[in-house]
């Protein structure tokens, strides 16, 4: 029987756009913790890019559970918090609609919903990535979804000496003049796949290798992700990873796809593990 593909929803929001409200209107779509967390930052720039990515993500949140449940909740109702890990998950703001439930597990009829979110920004652009997984779990499978954005700027003979691992350098040196959209590229499923695993870049970058349209590592079988169509008609395209067996993902199924967006890259990254 053909495995069900990983389908991924995803939010772009260019800066200053993207349907989401100015920096002087957003504590309607605030739940009161973030409130709280937005005016306590002293520099307005980590605000600003705090908000760029809390917003969007809290907007696509309301996007896949409008689209599922046909009722759409307001921004303000989804807190969007964090793990230990850092990593960020979704829950009801208001404590009696759903108590200290995940937004993921309980729904507005009280369905158990899985949902895994993942959110990135850059240069005031912001990209947000959400997988149900509930079919995953009914199989015996754990997934997550991590995301990442990068502006597209020179990267230099440095950077990916020191961060990228031999067969990405090889990868970025075969780029001519798409070098640096390479390393951008490579930097980025890196940081895709690493939020996946909820380490971000506590890890050391060398354990992870991400090369784009090429063939996997020997024998592995990667989950086929599809990504939920939008409006604009950019393609989506593979990378494969592999990982040194230091990063502790033994037995992790990775897929991923990247993308240029208005100038950035954008990637996204799927892991499955048997449960």
Not at 26 to 40: D, G, I, T
Not at 122 to 131: M, P, Q, R
Not at 239 to 261: K, P
Request: charged share 25%; hydrophobic share 40%; aromatic share 8%.
């Amino acid at each position: 029987m053909r495995e069900r593909p990983a389908v991924v929803h995803w939010r772009f929001a260019a800066a200053g756009g993207g349907g989401l409200p100015p920096v002087d209107r957003v504590e309607a779509w605030l739940a009161p913790a973030e409130q709280r967390r937005a005016r306590a930052f002293r520099v307005p720039k980590r605000r600003d890019d705090w908000l760029a990515g809390r917003l969007n993500l809290k907007a696509l949140v309301c996007d896949v559970f409008e689209a599922r449940f046909h009722e759409r909740p307001s921004p303000a109702s989804v807190l969007i918090d964090r793990l230990s890990s850092g990593a960020p998950v979704a829950r009801w703001a208001d404590g009696d609609r759903a108590g200290d439930q995940d937004v993921a597990r309980c729904s507005p009829g009280a369905e158990s919903l899985p949902l895994s979110v993942s959110n990135s920004h850059s240069h005031g652009a912001a990209l947000g990535a959400a997988l149900w997984v509930d079919g995953f779990a009914a199989s015996g499978w754990g997934a997550a979804v991590g995301t990442d954005l990068e502006w597209i700027e020179p990267r230099s003979d440095g950077f990916v000496r020191d961060f990228l691992t031999e067969p990405e350098r090889r990868y970025c040196a075969a780029g001519g003049d798409e070098r640096h959209l390479r390393a951008n590229l490579l930097w980025s499923a890196k940081e895709s796949v690493l939020k996946v695993l909820q380490v971000g870049l506590k890890a050391d970058t060398w354990w992870v290798t991400c090369l784009p349209d090429e063939p996997g590592p020997a024998g592995s079988e990667p989950p086929e992700v599809e990504v939920a169509p939008q409006p604009d008609t950019g393609r989506w395209r593979p990378f494969h990873v592999s990982c040194d067996e230091r990063l502790g993902a033994a037995g992790v199924r990775f897929g991923g796809v990247w993308r240029v967006i208005d100038g950035y890259v954008a990637t996204i990254a799927v892991g499955l593990r048997r449960t």
